[in-house]
């Protein structure tokens, strides 16, 4: 593990501990508030991720843009990462050796980020930070804490685009997520 940015993504840039890198344009390493209290965790880059370098800049990150300015959440005061740094071809889910390959990463970042709430975004988030017995649609709004930082499974917002009637309850997940920093930030 590292204790700093730098040597973290130093250690990242050659990256082939799996086959993803084999097609990749760019490791999408994550962006952010390196300090946030909040941090959201998606599966992996997509088409437009792997272009730019940068999480949620696709279709889908968009429509989660347009959720955060619905909600006053600024997209710039909070981190945002994967479970894979690198695309998986056709966007598929990572498979489990490639997740594993990456898992130090991330748990390297949340490290170094030290959140109060790590919003999970999606079933591959889920069971690779909180364990394979979690399902997102049983889990999806409701609150786990872990050694001191609460989590909140939501749909990933890929998921969003492919079934509009998932927008509502995103759109509930997020607003608990306020709720519950404002509560922090009062009790501070």
């Known amino acids: 593990m590292y204790d700093n940015w730098e040597e973290l993504e130093d250690s990242i840039q050659n990256c082939n501990k799996c086959k993803l890198c084999k097609n990749r344009i760019n490791i999408v390493f994550g962006v952010g508030n390196r300090k946030a209290d909040i941090m959201m965790i998606g599966e992996g880059p997509g088409a437009?991720?792997?272009?730019?370098?940068?999480?949620?800049?696709?279709?889908?990150?968009?429509?989660?843009?347009?959720?955060?300015?619905?909600?006053?959440?600024?997209?710039?005061?909070?981190?945002?990462?994967?479970?894979?740094?690198?695309?998986?071809?056709?966007?598929?889910?990572?498979e489990e050796d490639e997740a594993e390959a990456c898992l130090d990463y991330l748990r390297n970042q949340v490290i170094l980020v030290k959140?109060?709430?790590?919003?999970?975004?999606?079933?591959?988030?889920?069971?690779?930070?909180?364990g394979k017995e979690y399902g997102i649609t049983a889990t999806r709004g409701n609150w786990i804490e872990r050694k001191g930082i609460w989590y909140m499974p939501t749909w990933h917002p890929a998921a969003l685009l492919r079934d509009e009637t998932k927008k509502i309850e995103f759109w509930k997940d997020l607003k608990q997520v306020v709720i519950k920093y404002d509560e922090m930030k009062n009790n501070d």
């Open 115 to 130: 959140p109060k709430i790590i919003v999970l975004l999606g079933s591959t988030a889920l069971k690779n930070i909180l």
């Open 48 to 94: 437009d991720e792997d272009k730019q370098g940068i999480p949620f800049v696709g279709k889908a990150g968009q429509l989660m843009n347009k959720a955060f300015d619905g909600l006053g959440i600024d997209r710039g005061k909070i981190y945002i990462a994967n479970i894979v740094k690198c695309r998986p071809p056709a966007n598929r889910v990572p």
